[in-house]
C-alpha cells in the first residue's frame, strides 16, 4: 500500500509564492511518476505537474515559467514550488505517484486572494 502526505498549502496574496510538499511511503518501485494536480470545486481534475524518477518533467501551460517540480528520489518526496500566484491559481492540490496504478493524497488547499 502507498500513503501521500501533502502540505504547504495556505493562503497567499496575488504574487506570492507557496511550496508545497508530498511525501510518500510504503512500497514505492522505481521507475515511477510523482505530480500534483489540482481541482476546483464544479471542475475536472487538471494536471499541473509531474516529474519521473530520471528526471524528465512536464508542466501545464497555465503554470509554465511560474511552478517548478522537483523531487528527492531517496526521500520519495515531491515539491511544487509556485511563485507569482494568481487567483486562478486557487484550488484544492493533489499530490499521486504512479506505480503501476496512480495513487493520491487527501489534497491540500492553495487560496490565492488579497
Known amino acids: 500500500q502507498v500513503q501521500l502526505v501533502e502540505s504547504g498549502g495556505g493562503l497567499v496574496q496575488p504574487g506570492g509564492s507557496l511550496r508545497l510538499s508530498c511525501a510518500a511511503s510504503?512500497?514505492?518501485?522505481?521507475?515511477?511518476?510523482m505530480g500534483w494536480y489540482r481541482q476546483v470545486p464544479g471542475k475536472q481534475r487538471e494536471l499541473v505537474a509531474s516529474?519521473?524518477?530520471?528526471?524528465?518533467?512536464t508542466y501545464s501551460d497555465s503554470v509554465k515559467g511560474r511552478f517548478t517540480i522537483s523531487r528527492d528520489n531517496a526521500k520519495n518526496t515531491v515539491y511544487l514550488q509556485m511563485n507569482s500566484l494568481k487567483p486562478e491559481d486557487t484550488a484544492v492540490y493533489y499530490c499521486y505517484v504512479v506505480v503501476f496504478v496512480k495513487y493520491w493524497g487527501r489534497g491540500t488547499q492553495v487560496t490565492v486572494s488579497s
Open positions: 510504503g512500497r514505492i518501485l522505481s521507475p515511477n511518476t
Open positions: 516529474s519521473t524518477s530520471s528526471g524528465s518533467t
